[in-house]
């Protein structure tokens, strides 16, 4: 089984930053690729930002400057840094990964549970 597990969501005002984690464990081969996601209320999930092995990187046009999202290979974890939060930036973040799976082989795609942003004075 694999599992990812985020951290670092929280409250933060309009212009602060917030550093999110997210580390996969469990019986992985390897990790194709990570990224995080957003849901607001009312409205559909998103995509905010992806990473790949290789360390090629995507944005959505709306963080492009102000988020900037890492990997650590060795530990199994992906960061999103956010900086200049805007109100507008408050969600539920969720990281996604396209793994490999230990032992079968199969490719296998996974969830994280969500971390809420709040952007708020």
């Known amino acids: 089984q694999v599992q990812l597990v985020e951290s670092g969501g929280g409250l933060v005002q309009p212009g602060g930053s917030l550093r999110l984690s997210c580390a996969a464990s469990?019986?992985?081969?390897?990790?194709?690729?990570m990224g995080w996601y957003r849901q607001a209320p009312g409205k559909q999930r998103d995509l905010v930002a992806h990473?790949?092995?290789?360390?090629?990187?995507h944005y959505a046009d709306s963080v492009k400057g102000r988020f900037t999202i890492s990997r650590d290979n060795a530990k199994n974890t992906v960061y999103l840094q956010m900086n200049s939060l805007k109100p507008e930036d408050t969600a539920v973040y969720y990281c996604?990964?396209?793994?490999?799976?230990?032992?079968?082989?199969?490719?296998?795609?996974?969830w994280g549970q969500g971390t809420l942003v709040t952007v708020s004075s």
């Open positions: 469990g019986s992985i081969f390897s990790i194709i690729a």
């Open positions: 990473i790949t092995s290789g360390g090629t990187t």
């Open positions: 996604n990964a396209d793994i490999i799976r230990g032992g079968t082989y199969r490719y296998l795609e996974v």
